[in-house]
């Protein structure tokens, strides 16, 4: 069974970098046709999809974010990173990692990362 288990600082300044991690278990980020995604949902909003990096490295990104995201892996750990730069207090949200054979087949259970100074 594949987990996803999401990791990083819970509080972070406005203007700062936010940085999170998945470690994904059961299965290997590399496996063919799988794909790794960010979503966040913002308090009273709905889910939003951030970008995603697939099985080759190849990324995806999100029109609205992608001048401030950079998505990232490290196969030897099993790991796919966010980083989301400049980030304001609507960047306050639960941050899922997700993933699966072309669709979100798992989700981790959701981090809280709230903006604040």
């Known amino acids: 069974q594949v987990q996803l288990q999401e990791s990083g600082p819970g509080l972070v300044k406005p203007s700062q970098t936010l940085s999170l991690t998945c470690t994904v278990s059961?299965?290997?980020?590399?496996?063919?046709?799988?794909?790794w995604s960010w979503i966040r949902q913002a308090p009273g909003k709905g889910l939003e999809w951030m970008g995603a990096?697939?099985?080759?490295?190849?990324?995806y990104d999100s029109p609205s974010l992608k001048s401030r995201t950079s998505i990232s892996r490290d196969t030897a750990k099993n790991q796919f990173t966010l980083q989301l730069s400049s980030v304001t207090p609507e960047d306050t949200a639960v941050y899922y990692c997700g993933g699966g054979h072309y669709d979100m087949d798992y989700w981790g259970k959701g981090t809280l990362v709230t903006v604040s100074s």
């Open positions: 059961g299965g290997s980020i590399t496996t063919n046709y799988y794909y």
């Open positions: 990096i697939a099985y080759s490295g190849s990324l």
